[in-house]
């Protein structure tokens, strides 16, 4: 079946470092979904990238879907105390099937 | 006006009891679901229901029965609950996800503690 892998797990950074967190699909995808958890919070979805190569920005958050649409990114510039949580990506398949990857929690020291 | 709204947020129970959640969306949507979140945050799909009925179900214990009584409304009915049901469980809802972006929107959590 579909996998979607996620790393790192976890990444700690100092206030107004940057930092990314990336996704593998072991399948192509037909598109790819960015959602934030905050702690305690439940998913909220960020944004949907479709094309293959495809590059959005929002502010700091700038995502980004590879040209084999197998794998992407999600890099936040100069992190905020605000940008703390966990940062799964979602990839569906051709068949429609949405898979979660495990997520990346973002830890932020002020 | 809460958009995926479930209830109880908290619920705290013994080994072998039976227990439901509720779930509704105002969105008007055609698909919802329920997600478990365990300790690790790990996501995973258990059910997914279309227009009340079930197109999706992942290897989850048959002691876990959704029930879709409309197309606004799914309810989790979970049997002789053990330890390792303890979790987060998610309710989320989309539009049918071949139109427009199918992202989801998901409900507050219901945390469920077995003891």
Known sequence: ?110 | DTAVSQTPKYLVTQMGNDKSIKCEQNLGHDTMYWYKQDSKKFLKIMFSYNNKELIINETVPNRFSPKSPDKAHLNLHINSLELGDSAVYFCASSQNPGLVTGELFFGEGSRLTVL
């Open chain 1, 1 to 110: 079946g579909q996998q979607v892998m996620q790393i790192p797990q976890y990444q700690h950074v100092q206030e107004g470092e940057d930092f990314t967190t990336y996704c593998n699909s072991s399948t192509t995808l037909s598109n790819i979904q960015w959602y934030k958890q905050r702690p305690g919070g439940h998913p909220v979805f960020l944004i949907q990238l479709v094309k293959s190569g495809e590059v959005k920005k929002q502010k700091r958050l700038t995502f980004q879907f590879g040209e084999a649409k197998k794998n992407s990114s999600l890099h936040i510039t100069a992190t905020q105390t605000t940008d703390v949580g966990t940062y799964f990506c979602a990839g569906r398949s051709p068949g429609n099937m949405l898979t979660f990857g495990g997520g990346t929690r973002l830890m932020v020291k002020p």
